[in-house]
């Protein structure tokens, strides 16, 4: 099975700084892809940013961006401008892309936006 | 915005009492996954169906677990009997074929079982 791994369990930052948020994984497999899902209070999982494993240029969707290391196994998600709505759990997810299987989720990370 | 919906989102039950779940996964989407969450264990897989065919439920307990598709646009998680370990947030996910996009959660079942 594929391990996650999220070293950080609770992280905060002020409000409009930069914070990033560790992720690291195992696999043997070159066909992946990659996923940091976000979990609000209302505890819904809303995906924030995806990375396929063959692309060498990192994800960005607005202030949210990706820094993937293939050869660390190292995917950490940068917030820019933080704001207090970001605050939540952070997951890194981990999916093996030839089979199309489950997602292999980390612990999380708590994420507080103090304003 | 096309949603998955699960229903209901809270339930408070007593031990031994059966419990179902329920999910409309969105339609088109072909693979549908049960997740539960806790704080001990993280998200576990328990079950997921692609064409409402099983393709993998080795998360579950076969004991008392069990997950169905009856058609495409609902899928259900039962317990029976219900124990007060099951206590956790239950989540529904699904995606269409090609699931690199990643896969779209319900809000959750919230199950207390005192």
Redesign the interface.
Known sequence: AQTVTQSQPEMSVQEAETVTLSCTYDTSENNY?L?W?KQPP??????VI?Q?AYKQQNATENRFSVNFQKAAKSFSLKISDSQLGDTAMY?CAF?Q?NT????Y????TSLTVIP | DARVTQTPRHKVTEMGQEVTMRCQPILGHN?V?WYRQTMMQ??E?LA?FRNRAPL?DSGMPKDRFSAEMPDATLATLKIQPSEPRDSA?Y?C?SGP?????????G??T?LTVV
């Open positions: 892809y996923f899902y209302s505890r819904q999982m809303i995906l995806r396929e997951f999916m892309g199309g299987n489950q997602f989720f980390g612990t999380g | 693979t996954f993280g998200l897989l997921y993998d947030v989540f996910a074929t090609g699931l690199s996009y990643g896969y779209t959660f809000s959750g919230r």
